[in-house]
């Protein structure tokens, strides 16, 4: 089934993407979370699956023209990881002491902006922009579905903390992707999913993730309509996290409020990391240490050769400095600042689909961005997916009421609705 899947998504996705690069868009993206080559190593080569992909994927862009620039209300998000992306380079250049590994993170960060600059330049209508977002779900919900199967069969998953913390922030899209769906057989397939990479976070006993899904759990509450369904699914969803978290889980979790004398060395090697942080922040407020150097500089401060910052604010601070910090904590903070108020239903903007769309985005990158005051995942791609459906469904609500008459607008208020034609019903203003 890999084998199929992969070769079917990369050579003939890679062909009709050369006509419509949105196609190769979605795959290149499910790939990123899916890694064909691990996820299916028993029958697939090593390959250039993704490699292959992008390829067609730019080609394709660049034959229509790179897309639409309109980028409306998004455009402070693009510039803000094109900056951070251009800002790495300077870094890498002018301060790195190894530049070849510094220029591996810029080329990294590449693989993830361009496909970024593609999505939010190509999608042009919500119906695509439903359908990127459940290819996301889709993804992570087998992903997850494939982490709980190797739970029940191998027992306890310790130390995968990559793949946690993905879970948490795929958790928020699944939930308000199937809560929202018209369709009952997509919300249950939103719902299940949800449920699974919430199991999944917790049996990997990560800490940190635990904490986002308690993130996911109460802004959860605060941005939907408070009626007897909604209350009455989220005591349910309270229920079968609770269901769910073991002993061993309840008893990892409540380790993060213990004493300074009952606190684990993990945790309270944090305190310690954070302060050693804070001052390479304060030596290099500019430029930073460079890209991927806090490893390079860890035994300075007298931990072993190769540790991490556990706290990606302050190790990317500490690598790019106070200009680079301020570029990525932009990306993200724009994303929830400029659909918070359609998140909780305050919009001017009157698109029956914007407010799903923002409480996910909301939800799931508000519980990133807490997670990762315990982590320094600056590889985990998903995160920037979810600010790319911010950033598409920025430029879509600031489209002009001339342009929403178009018929490509039209055609898919029947398909898309998130939620406006379900079970439960999101306010829209008159």
């Known amino acids: 089934m890999g084998l199929l899947f992969t070769y079917a998504m990369t050579y003939g996705g890679s062909f009709f993407s050369l006509f419509n690069p949105f196609y190769g868009l979605l ?20 390959g250039n699956y993704s490699r292959i992909v992008a390829i067609s994927l730019l080609l394709g862009w660049a034959l229509r023209g790179f897309g639409n620039w309109q980028l409306g209300r998004a455009k402070g998000i693009v510039f803000a990881f094109m900056g951070f992306w251009l800002w790495s380079i300077v870094s890498g250049l002018l301060a790195a002491t190894d530049t070849d590994r510094a220029l591996k993170f810029v080329e990294e960060n590449g693989k993830v902006l361009l496909p970024f600059l593609v999505g939010v330049t190509i999608i042009e209508t919500p119906k695509q922009l439903k359908i990127l977002i459940w290819v996301i779900v889709l993804s992570m919900g087998y992903f997850a579905f494939r982490e709980n199967e190797s739970y029940y069969e191998f027992g306890l998953k310790e130390g995968d903390n990559l793949t946690a913390h993905m879970m948490v922030v795929g958790a928020g899209l699944a939930f308000f992707s199937g809560l929202s769906s018209q369709s009952l057989v997509m919300k249950a397939g939103g719902l299940v999913a949800a449920a699974l990479m919430v199991h999944a976070a917790m049996f990997h006993m990560s800490r940190a993730a635990m904490i986002g899904i308690l993130v996911v759990g109460v802004l959860t509450f605060l941005v939907l309509p408070k009626n007897w369904k909604t209350l009455s699914l989220l005591i349910v969803a309270v229920a079968v996290g609770l ?6 889980i309840v008893q990892e979790f409540m380790t993060v409020t213990a004493s300074e004398e009952e606190r684990d060395s993990s945790a309270q090697s944090r305190f310690v990391l954070w302060a050693a942080l804070s001052s390479e922040i304060q030596g290099n407020p500019v430029l930073g240490l460079g890209p991927n150097h806090w490893q390079l500089n860890a035994h300075k401060h007298g931990f072993p050769a190769g540790k991490d910052g556990h706290c990606l604010w302050l190790q990317m601070g500490a690598e790019f400095g106070i200009p680079g910090l301020a570029f990525l904590l932009c ?13 909780i239903g305050r919009s001017e903007h009157e698109f029956p689909w914007l407010r799903p769309v923002a409480q996910m985005v909301v939800v799931s990158i508000a519980a990133f961005f807490v997670e990762q005051w315990f982590g320094s995942f600056s590889g985990m791609e998903l995160p920037f997916y979810v600010v790319l459906i911010a950033a598409v469904a920025l430029k879509l609500s600031s489209a002009s009421p001339a342009e929403t008459q178009h018929p490509h607008w039209a055609a898919v208020g029947h398909v898309y609705d998130l939620g406006i034609h379900g079970q439960i019903r999101y306010p829209v203003k008159s």
């Open 331 to 343: 990306f993200y903070g724009l994303s929830v600042w400029r659909l918070w108020p359609a998140a």
């Open 243 to 248: 269901r769910l978290a073991g002993p061993n």
């Open 27 to 46: 795959i290149y993206i499910s790939f990123a979370i899916l890694k064909p080559e691990r996820m299916w190593a028993y029958s697939l080569t090593a």
